[in-house]
């Protein structure tokens, strides 16, 4: 009987895949997840206010760069189609939730994710595969998911804590600077990228672990003391 295809998280493919193949394997091919960490629910919060900011409003918003369109804010569940690549016996589909999408006036699509950092030129290449997940599923879906295609453009719109505007006994507003990160679109670099995770997940056993992984290296400290 054939392996049902394995359900890949596009962010996974950004944070977990980088921090421990370990891990990232021990989830896909064992059910076997890191302890959920706590998320800051002021991001949160600060996440809905910048989408609610730009809903519906002109692409030219977010940066002055970008062609003419309107910003959609559906958090939608996106997936795929099973992928399945040349030399391989395992298949994948993706799925996952997106930020924001911008609806070109030439009919064609871009993928936004919001963030609330320090802009770097390295956010760049470290959230590109989550982007580029996202846009396949999108151009790729599986029946009855969110179909956009073409994808022209993918990015990242960061915001930064800047300057405190003004402060009260019981308020304090602040300004964020913004910075639009356009990341280049290759759906066949990505492949190639999808191939390396596939290969990874075929290994008759886990491969090691990531060297500064702090799960891994709590669950070797309690093997060697039998806890």
Known sequence: MPTPPIKLSPSDLTFLWDECPRCFYLKYLHGISRPAAPFP???GAIDRLMKAQFAGRPASELDPSLPPGFVSVSEQWIESVPISLPGHALSCFL???IDA???FDDGSYAVVDFKTSE????QIPFYCRQLHA???????????????SPISRLGLYVETPHATLAATTSEISFHFRSTWLEIPFHESGFLGFLDKVLALLELPK???AGEDCTYCHYRQHAREHGM
Request: glycine letters at 6%; charged letters at 15%.
């Open 134 to 148: 996202y846009a396949y599923a999108l151009e790729h879906p599986a029946p009855n998911r969110l179909n956009c």
């Open 95 to 97: 799925r996952g939730k």
């Open 206 to 208: 886990p491969p090691p």
């Open 41 to 43: 629910s002021i991001f």
């Open 119 to 122: 802009p770097k030129p390295a």
């Open 101 to 103: 999408m911008i609806g």
